[in-house]
């Protein structure tokens, strides 16, 4: 089992930039298939980008595509979410979640969030006008 928490989120103003952090504790980070998700105020949990555990690919929403990077550091236990140009319809509880599938998840399937098998408890990101 692995325990995930998120941390550096925070209040931004639209055009800002945020680090979002997911620390992992428990079985072997690099083993595991790592997404972030988020929910907004009345909206339904969405896909927001996905990484394999090399770390080799990298999946990312429509919405954030060119504005949001993914990445993981294996020997930290840590994945990042690095948010640029932000807009205030980014604003969110944001979650990262681990997959442990021996595979890699592929484009379609990192987007479902069934496919994960554990999850952080969230960070708020809130993004003014």
């Known amino acids: 089992q692995v325990q995930l928490v998120e941390s550096g989120g925070g209040l931004v103003q639209a055009g800002g930039s945020l680090r979002l952090s997911c620390a992992a504790s428990?079985?072997?980070?690099?083993?595991?298939?790592m997404g972030w998700f988020r929910q907004a105020p009345g909206k339904e949990r969405e896909f927001v980008a996905g990484?394999?555990?090399?770390?080799?690919?990298?999946y990312y929403a429509d919405s954030v595509k060119g504005r949001f990077t993914i990445s993981r550091d294996n020997a930290k236990n840590t994945v990042y979410l690095q948010m640029n140009s932000l807009k205030p319809e980014d604003t969110a509880v944001y979650y990262c979640a681990a997959n442990q599938s021996p595979y890699g998840l592929g484009s379609t399937q990192s987007r479902y969030e069934y496919r994960y098998d554990y999850w952080g408890q969230g960070t708020q990101v809130t993004v003014s006008s």
């Open positions: 428990g079985r072997t980070f690099s083993s595991y298939n």
């Open positions: 990484v394999t555990r090399s770390g080799g690919s990298t």
